[in-house]
Nanobody, 126 residues
Framework: QEQLVESGGGLVQAGGSLRLSCAAT????????MGWFRQAPEKEREFVAAISRSGGFTYYADSVKGRFTISRDNAKNTVYLQMNSLKPEDTAVYYC???????????????????WGQGTQVTVSS
């Protein structure tokens, strides 16, 4: 079974940057798509970004497009989320998600992912 562990969250001022990492174990990492979701207080979990198994296709929520970049290093079994120009509304728990297959939909949803990390808190102060 796949295990996912996020790291890199923390407190940052608006306009700053953070880089999240997700280390995966338990299966052949390069065979599967990966994604990031987030959940803010009193809000439902929402899609942030996803990447296909080889990194050739990426998808982003409109709210983060142009500011966040998802990438992966299959040799290290790790997926990253580079977050720039952070806004207070980006404050949330960020979850790494493992895909069920190697591809992702242009509009990914939670059902496209079968494994989840425990989450890492990102707090952006104004």
């Amino acid at each position: 079974q796949e295990q996912l562990v996020e790291s890199g969250g923390g407190l940052v001022q608006a306009g700053g940057s953070l880089r999240l990492s997700c280390a995966a174990t338990g299966r052949t990492f390069g065979n599967y798509a990966m994604g990031w979701f987030r959940q803010a207080p009193e809000k439902e979990r929402e899609f942030v970004a996803a990447i296909s198994r080889s990194g050739g296709f990426t998808y982003y929520a409109d709210s983060v497009k142009g500011r966040f970049t998802i990438s992966r290093d299959n040799a290290k079994n790790t997926v990253y989320l580079q977050m720039n120009s952070l806004k207070p509304e980006d404050t949330a728990v960020y979850y790494c998600a493992g895909g069920r297959w190697g591809y992702v939909s242009p509009r990914p949803t939670a059902i496209d992912f079968g494994s989840w990390g425990q989450g890492t808190q990102v707090t952006v102060s104004s």
